[in-house]
């Protein structure tokens, strides 16, 4: 199959406009991280979607916009992170058997309590500057800000919870502390056993 490149980019067809921004989801102030297409007119529209069972509010918010196949504008942003439904409780297993990984990672938490705290250093942080292990621990710790984990572990209950998370040592008592955390039981519960890589399907 033979491809033609042709100038101009998503603008590049007639009738299409195109603008991006730095709106602070990425840490790289110089890089945007929020781009709006916009087409002069509404045209017809399509996406693919995941199968996975565990998704974001955005894909709801975009299935329910292309119900009638029509669109006139996207907004995209980068920079995303996994996603747990709003309110959610995660729960990790893994033996940990190589400890807490990085000393700058655990370090990372278990020198500041406040999660809040730890991230405002991050995003003040020039990038040029970032510590070892940095972009794991801005992860979590953006995890953390939105939802309590709770680890099941071989690992020491101290370095876990010295991490910010809840430790458990097996699933059932994990769960019980999910429910004590939801104040309520038997909520649904997504599974996905291998990574972030696993599909979830029925």
């Not at 990372?108 to 040029?128: C, G, Q, V, Y």
């Not at 309590?148 to 502390?177: G, K, N, S």
Request: aromatic share 6%; charged share 20%; proline share 6%.
């Amino acid at each position: 199959m033979n491809f033609t490149t042709i100038e101009g980019g998503i603008c590049a067809p007639q009738g299409f406009s195109a603008a991006g921004i730095h709106c602070g989801i990425r840490h790289n102030h110089a890089k945007p991280d929020l781009a709006l297409i916009k087409a002069d007119v509404r045209c017809a529209g399509a996406a693919c979607y995941t199968t996975n069972k565990v998704y974001g509010a955005p894909i709801t918010v975009d299935r329910e916009h292309l119900a009638d196949g029509y669109a006139q504008a996207i907004l995209v942003n980068s920079g995303n992170a996994n996603t747990c439904a709003p309110g959610g409780v995660i729960i990790m297993v893994s033996a940990c058997s190589d400890g807490h990984g990085g000393q700058s990672f655990y370090d990372t938490f278990a020198h500041e309590p406040d999660n809040r705290k730890i991230m405002d250093r991050f995003l003040a942080t020039p990038s040029d500057r970032t510590i070892p292990d940095q972009w794991e621990a801005q992860i979590l710790c953006r995890v953390l800000l939105q939802h309590p984990v709770i680890l099941v572990t071989q690992a020491p209950r101290e370095m876990v919870e010295a991490m910010h998370l809840h430790w458990a040592a097996d699933l059932p008592a994990a769960i019980a502390l999910a429910d004590r955390l939801l104040g309520k039981a038997d909520s649904p519960i997504t599974v996905i056993p291998d990574g972030v890589s696993v599909i979830v399907r029925k």
